[in-house]
């Protein structure tokens, strides 16, 4: 069964800062380049990061770029977002994502910006 399990999401101020972790099983972790994508209450999706298969490659939407920091651990099967001067606007549910739309999600974990 193919499983991607978000935690890490929680209340902060303005300003301060998480570390999502996203834990993978029943798929070969380290074939997939991996995401993380958000929606906002009321919004759609809106793609945050990426990185590729081994981890030599990360991408990020401009608005994170400088803030966030996508990393991966293939021996652990685990994919994580630091997430720091978080501002309000962050506030969303956070997936983590395999293979693109039609790929495997996550449940999602909120993450709340507010003072």
């Known amino acids: 069964e193919v499983q991607l399990v978000e935690s890490g999401g929680g209340l902060v101020q303005p300003g301060g800062s998480l570390r999502l972790s996203c834990a993978v099983s029943g798929f070969t972790f380290d074939d997939y380049a991996m995401s993380w994508v958000r929606q906002a209450p009321g919004k759609g999706l809106e793609w945050v990061s990426g990185i590729s298969w081994n981890g030599d490659i990360t991408y990020y939407a401009e608005s994170m770029k400088g803030r966030f920091t996508i990393s991966r651990d293939n021996t652990k099967n685990t994919l994580h977002m630091q997430m720091n001067s978080l501002k309000s606007e962050d506030t969303a549910v956070y997936y983590c994502?395999?293979?693109?739309?039609?790929?495997?999600w996550g449940q999602g974990t909120q993450v709340t910006v507010s003072s």
């Open positions: 994502n395999a293979g693109g739309a039609l790929g495997h």
